[in-house]
Antibody, heavy 120, light 111 residues
Framework: QLQLQESGPGLVKPSETLSLICTVS??????????WGWIRQPPGKGLDWIGT???????YYNPSLRSRVSISVDTSKNQFSLKLTSVTAADTAVYYC????????????WGQGTLVTVSS | QSVLTQPPSVSGAPGQRVTISCTGS?????????VQWYQQLPGTAPKLLIY???NRPSGVPDRFSGSKSGTSASLAITGLQAEDEADYYC???????????FGGGTKLTVL
């Protein structure tokens, strides 16, 4: 059974870079059948798609974040990661990683999520 | 403002039927892209409830059903149960944004 687990600092200072890792177990990030995505949810608010990656070959980003976001895959560790630069308090959210069968499809399963707070 | 529009809240008594709407545009739902629905119980990650407009993953009760028409989609829940109290989100693909979009979410209260 595929499982995803987010990890990374829970507190990031304003203007710094947020870095998170999603570790995949029970499946491979190199699978040609799946894409891997990041979604976030500010406290008390709705879901916001950040971006999706396919096998280190293709990346798709939310236009509102494109200038600050980067998603990559580490095949040796079966992980994929998220980097978000120049963070502000508006980036405070629970960050989820998830698998998708396609860039135009849904997300399943999801990781449990990790709260990242941006504060000095 | 979310690209997909959902009512902020809906409610129903146990055993009743409720529907949650998701309104998009010609760039997403109206363009023929699939709609997914997610259930988010308090303090947990979203769970896929409906995919491809009207398909249920294994383990999802048939009390949950999805439909799509034009630029809108709907989630119907029949035989409401207390454990259905959660937030529900629709999601699709938007060609103008070249990415996934979510609705703002609907809080279901079981009276």
């Amino acid at each position: 059974q595929l499982q995803l687990q987010e990890s990374g600092p829970g507190l990031v200072k304003p203007s710094e870079t947020l870095s998170l890792i999603c570790t995949v177990s029970g499946g491979s990030v190199t699978s040609s059948s799946y894409y891997w995505g990041w979604i976030r949810q500010p406290p008390g608010k709705g879901l916001d798609w950040i971006g999706t990656i396919y096998s280190s070959e293709s990346t798709y980003y939310n236009p509102s974040l494109r200038s600050r976001v980067s998603i990559s895959v580490d095949t040796s560790k079966n992980q994929f990661s998220l980097k978000l630069t120049s963070v502000t308090a508006a980036d405070t959210a629970v960050y989820y990683c998830a698998r998708s069968p396609g860039v135009k499809a849904g997300f399943d399963p999801w990781g449990q999520g990790t709260l990242v707070t941006v504060s000095s | 403002q979310s690209v997909l529009t959902q009512p902020p809240s809906v409610s129903g008594a146990p055993g009743q039927r409720v529907t949650i709407s998701c309104t998009g545009s010609s760039a997403n739902i109206g363009a023929g892209y699939d709609v997914q629905w997610y259930q988010q119980l308090p303090g947990t990650a979203p769970k896929l409830l409906i995919y491809g407009n009207n398909n249920r993953p294994s383990g999802v009760p048939d009390r949950f059903s999805g439909s799509k028409s034009g630029t809108s989609a709907s989630l119907a829940i029949t035989g409401l149960q207390a454990e259905d109290e959660a937030d529900y989100y629709c999601q699709s693909y938007d060609s103008s944004l070249s990415g996934s979009v979510f609705g703002g979410g609907t809080k279901l209260t079981v009276l």
